[in-house]
């Protein structure tokens, strides 16, 4: 029997087969790009991904890349991502925030590649590979992140995880730690993930010195990140998101400390409706291709699933937001090996790659947010060209003032800053803000109408400003 299922995964792939996983790969990095681009041009991409466009662009033209958004932080500063420098490199052929968004599509679609060279070295037949690679595409997470998160440096890590699981199976060195790198280059707190990659590794896959590797170079980039180089970068301020964890303390320290000095929490919190829900979320697309013998496989994603079980943030449980991240690569690892059980020991015949797709596309349809761009995002359409009008007068060393929807399109300069609830009077004068554009449509969440009232009303009181620009609701407002 094992001899039989061997020797039709290494049956030589039809012609076809060939063309499958670069046209997958194509056609998912076209899609994910047009679908962030559109957003983009409809203004409903905010100030993070403004944030990492002001950041790259100041990197590229030999400037420091401190942030104005978020105002004083550091590239380092924010989550020690220094994969934005190899990045920055685009924006020295040609500054553009296009570049952020296809390299973020171009990340994701690639995990097609080592999932599917993974499934065919575990010993699946090329028609479950490429069910497979297809079931990762219409995983819902992956179209959603895509352009909801805006941009996440962390997407570039979702292939590069799943390649080091590959490199250590075929137990390539140089492959293992260059995708190790990459990881851990995206986000401190990617470190945890690398480590419990290094436990599974070694504990389960009969990889010791993989896991090692892995375990000693995460813990100590978590150490030199969280401890020196972030709060150095942040001015003497701890690491980023350690306030979605309130209710266990202030500061890393104090909340790790209790975490392991009462574990109870985490257990308690685990059992919670909304996180049996979030993990019923996270399995569903892929369910009916799981087996229970091989949940062992997601033991390097569950440093990533404690945070966000123990957060108070919701949005980190569910498919729309970046957490999700680093936990999908083990999610189709588990998906793989499943598979190969089943089909070893003919468990569940009926369950065809066929079946398989079918199920992911039903998944699609359910939990993608494509509905986005029809009840949320075409609306503002008629506003576009009024919005644009705006742009084209605002100059290229201007010193803006805007909101977060806005500043994606002006973040390539030194000074660029957001409109608040209240004393935008005080704004202008602090950061000698030259320039205002307000767009009704396209205003942060946080910002009532009133204040914008308020800051229009001030604008026009003001000796020093002249409304240049109108149409709609659109101001552009200029230092006289």
Not at 99 to 118: D, E, K, N, S, T
Not at 211 to 219: T, Y
Request: hydrophobic share 50%.
């Amino acid at each position: 029997m094992k001899i039989e299922f061997l020797r039709a995964a290494k049956a030589s792939p039809p012609p076809t087969a060939k063309l499958f996983l670069p046209g997958l790969f194509l056609i998912t990095s076209l899609v994910l790009f047009f679908f962030s681009s559109l957003q983009l041009w409809l203004f409903r991409e905010g100030n993070d991904l403004g944030f990492f466009d002001q950041l790259v662009y100041l990197l590229s033209r030999g400037q420091s890349p401190i942030s104005t958004l978020l105002e004083g932080v550091h590239l380092i500063g924010d989550h020690g991502a220094i994969i934005f420098y190899p990045i920055s490199l685009l924006y020295v052929i040609y500054p553009d925030v296009h570049w952020l968004l296809a390299v973020q599509a171009i990340a994701l679609a690639g995990g097609v590649v080592p999932i599917y060279f993974l499934s065919r070295e575990s010993g699946l037949s090329i028609g479950y590979a490429q069910a497979v690679a297809v079931c990762y595409v219409l995983y819902p997470a992956i179209f959603n992140i895509n352009f909801y998160a805006e941009f996440r440096p962390e997407t570039i890590a979702v292939p590069a995880l799943i390649w080091a699981v590959l490199a250590a199976k075929r137990r390539s060195v140089g492959q293992f730690a260059i995708a190790i790198i990459v990881v851990l280059s995206c986000k401190e707190a990617l470190a945890l993930t690398v480590i419990g990659l290094g436990f599974w590794l070694g504990l389960c896959q009969k990889r010791f010195w993989y896991g090692v590797g892995a375990i000693v170079g995460g813990g100590l980039w978590f150490v030199v990140a969280a401890v020196y180089l972030i709060p150095t970068f942040r001015g003497g301020h701890q690491m980023a998101g350690t306030w979605h964890y309130a209710s266990l303390g202030t500061s890393l320290t104090e909340i790790a400390v209790k975490v392991l000095t009462n574990p109870q929490i985490l257990l308690s919190r685990a059992v919670m409706g909304d996180r049996i829900f979030y993990y019923l979320l996270l399995i569903s697309p892929i369910l009916i291709g799981l087996h229970w013998r091989k949940l062992l496989t997601i033991i390097p994603a569950l440093p990533m699933l404690g945070l966000n079980i123990l957060a108070d943030y919701s949005r980190q449980r569910d498919l729309i937001h970046q957490y999700a991240l680093p936990i999908i690569p083990f999610l189709f690892i588990w998906l793989v090996a499943s598979l190969v059980y089943l089909n070893r020991y003919r468990q569940r015949r009926w369950l065809s790659p066929r079946w398989l797709i079918l199920w992911s596309i039903i998944a699609w349809l359910a939990l993608a947010k494509y509905g986005y761009y029809w009840t949320r995002y075409a609306p503002l359409y008629r506003n576009v060209s009024a919005v644009n009008g705006a742009l084209e007068l605002v100059d290229d060393d201007a010193r803006v003032l805007t909101s977060g929807y806005i500043a994606p399109h002006l973040s390539q300069r030194g000074m660029i800053t957001l409109l608040g609830d209240d004393n935008n009077a005080a704004r202008i004068a602090k950061h000698d803000i030259d320039t205002v554009l307000i767009a009704k449509q396209h205003l942060d969440f946080g910002m009532t109408p009133q204040a914008v009232n308020e800051t229009l009303e001030n604008l026009s009181e003001s000796a020093q400003f002249e409304l240049i620009y109108q149409q709609q609701d659109v101001f552009l407002w200029q230092k006289k």
